[in-house]
């Protein structure tokens, strides 16, 4: 294996550790907090950490296994490494991200507008997001990744509107909350706009140049089952490195973080008053 390929392999994995020892501590405080919380905000984060368990441990197969799905390339080749198995991870783990954004946006629905709207069409867009991506690893075409990632883009963005839609009239800790899912928010949509969609758009026109690389159905789902490519050299995977790495970094301290935001939208009594002594 080519050194940076072992070096940026090795961080993957000790970040895939780090975030199950991250997820454990929210866990702990969440029950710390629990006796303070309202029993329908509890319910919700509780809801919020659990579909963060999917997601981490989605992001912690496919950073010890990583793959690219297209050329199906991958670091190792035990029974298990499949496009077919990794994708299937990757999808569960996406749309229980995409439910912990709209069950968060939910609970602001009755008081915004915009963030009725934000929760009820993220998990469609990211279901819609996730038929594209299985059309195009069976197909290979990266147009329709392109388009994928879009759909990503298109949610995060109704996301951010949300936000700005609710920090008049929030409180201290919701605002701050607010302004650090903006920034992400605006970072990601920054991110997909700039690199990601022009690397699946760059790719797509070479490979309609050289009219190479889509498989008909039959073919796209033999490939899907069958072994992946072990690929040891760098350049293979310079390009999917950065997305990759956010994805199995950042956006998992996201997700475990999302149990423990304040409550939205004018939901003062997501926390309970202390109750007297003996009570």
Request: charged share 15%.
């Amino acid at each position: 294996m080519a050194e940076p390929l072992l070096i940026w392999w090795s961080a993957l994995c000790a970040a895939a550790a780090a975030n199950l020892v991250l997820w454990g501590a929210s866990a702990r405080r969440l029950r710390r907090e629990a006796a303070r919380m309202a029993p329908e905000a509890l319910a919700r984060r509780r809801a919020l950490l659990w579909l963060s368990a999917a997601y981490v441990l989605g992001c912690g197969f496919r950073s010890a296994f990583p793959m690219i799905d297209v050329p199906r390339s991958c670091l190792h080749d035990p029974w298990f490494a499949r496009v077919f198995v990794g994708r299937s991870v990757a999808t569960v783990a996406e749309l229980a991200f995409a439910a912990q954004w709209a069950l968060l946006l939910g609970e602001a629905a009755a008081s915004s507008r915009a963030a009725a709207l934000a929760a009820r069409a993220i998990v469609p867009l990211i279901a819609a997001a996730e038929a594209f991506s299985w059309s195009a690893v069976l197909s290979g075409d990266y147009l329709l990744h392109a388009a994928e990632n879009s759909l990503w883009t298109v949610a995060a963005a109704l996301g951010v509107a949300a936000f700005a839609a609710l920090q008049p009239g929030s409180g201290r800790r919701a605002r701050a909350f607010l302004a650090a899912a903006m920034l992400c928010g605006a970072a990601y949509v920054t991110f997909m706009v700039l690199v990601d969609l022009p690397m699946y758009l760059h790719r797509w026109q070479a490979q309609a140049a050289g009219d190479d690389g889509f498989r008909d159905l039959a073919e796209g789902l033999r490939s899907l089952l069958a072994p992946c490519v072990v690929r040891l050299d760098w350049a293979s995977w310079r390009e999917d490195v950065p997305w990759l790495t956010l994805y199995f970094t950042f956006a998992v301290w996201i997700s475990i973080a999302l149990a423990h935001a304040p409550p939205l939208g004018g939901g003062g009594g997501a926390f309970a008053r202390p109750r007297p002594d003996g009570l």
